[in-house]
C-alpha cells in the first residue's frame, strides 16, 4: 500500500483509548493504534497527534464547577493519554515528542510550531496535547488549529462510528450516512462530527477532513492510503485529493 499523505494530523477521542471498559487506559486498543501508527511512519509519512482526555474527564461531569476549572482538568487528562501514548509508540523504536500548549516542562516540551517541524525532519511521532491551551475551545478545535498550523495534507477523526450520518444509528436504524459533507454542512446541519468553532477553521484553511471509524481493522493505514471510508468534508474550492502529497 501506498500512502496518499506525506502529513497527517490524527485525532483521536479519548474514549476510543478507554476502550469497552470506558474508563481509563486499555492496553489492547493502544497496542492496535500503534501498530498502525507504526506502519504509517514507515511508509515516510509525518504524523502528529491530538488526543482527547474523555476517558479521564469530559466537561464537567454532572457537577457545577467552573467550567474554565473543568475544562483545564480536561486538558491534564489529554497530558495522561499522551504520555501513555508515547510510551507505547517509543516501545516500538519510533522517537516521539509530546508537546503541550499548557507549560510543563517537567514532563514535556512547549508546544512550539517550529519546534514540531523539526521533529517531523527527524522522523519523530509529535503528539500534541492540551488542547489550544485555553478554556472553552474543545480538543476537535485543536485538532483543527495544529493541522493547518503545520499544514497538514488532512486532518483525520477517527471516531466510533464509520462517518457521519444524518441522526444517531444507534437511536435511528434508517440513519443516513454521508459520503460527502460540506463544512457549510456540518455547521448548518448541527452535525456531531466536529464542533463549529473547529469546522469555521478548517473550512477558513480549506483543511480536508476524514471521519472514520477507528475499530475498523487497519483503519487508520487505509484512511492515509487514500482509501473510501467514511466520510469526507471539504468545500467546493478545494477537492480532497487537491491537498494530498504522495511520499517520496
Not at 516521539?96 to 512547549?110: D, G, H, K
Request: hydrophobic fraction near 45%; proline fraction near 3%.
Amino acid at each position: 500500500m501506498q500512502p496518499k499523505y506525506k502529513r497527517i494530523l490524527l485525532k483521536l477521542s479519548g474514549e476510543a483509548l478507554a476502550g469497552e471498559q470506558h474508563f481509563g487506559l486499555n492496553e489492547q486498543v493502544i497496542s492496535r493504534v500503534v501498530d498502525q501508527l507504526v506502519a504509517v511512519h514507515e511508509m515516510g509519512v509525518e504524523i502528529a497527534l491530538v488526543i482527547g482526555g474523555g476517558n479521564f474527564w469530559r466537561g464537567r461531569q454532572g457537577t457545577n464547577m467552573d467550567r474554565a476549572t473543568a475544562d483545564q482538568m480536561g486538558m491534564l487528562a489529554t497530558v495522561m493519554n499522551a504520555l501513555a501514548m508515547m510510551d507505547a509508540i517509543e516501545k516500538r523504536g519510533i522517537p516521539t515528542r509530546v508537546q503541550t500548549a499548557l507549560n510543563m516542562i517537567s514532563v514535556a516540551e512547549p508546544y512550539v510550531l517550529r519546534k514540531a517541524l523539526h521533529h517531523f525532519e527527524k522522523g519523530r511521532i509529535v503528539i500534541m496535547a492540551c488542547g489550544t491551551g485555553n478554556p472553552y475551545c474543545s480538543t476537535d478545535t485543536a485538532a483543527a488549529q495544529r493541522a493547518c498550523e503545520i499544514n497538514a495534507d488532512v486532518l483525520l477523526m477517527a471516531k466510533n462510528i464509520d462517518g457521519i450520518y444524518d441522526s444517531d444509528p444507534k437511536v435511528n436504524p434508517h440513519a443516513k450516512k454521508y459520503a460527502v459533507l460540506s463544512y457549510v454542512d456540518v455547521i448548518s446541519k448541527g452535525l456531531k462530527a466536529m464542533d463549529s468553532t473547529a469546522a469555521t477553521m478548517c473550512m477558513d484553511n480549506h483543511m480536508p477532513v476524514l471521519c472514520f471509524a477507528l475499530d475498523e481493522e487497519d483503519s487508520i493505514v487505509r484512511a492515509v492510503c487514500g482509501e473510501k471510508m467514511g466520510t469526507i468534508i471539504t468545500d467546493g474550492e478545494t477537492a480532497f485529493a487537491d491537498r494530498s502529497a504522495s511520499c517520496v
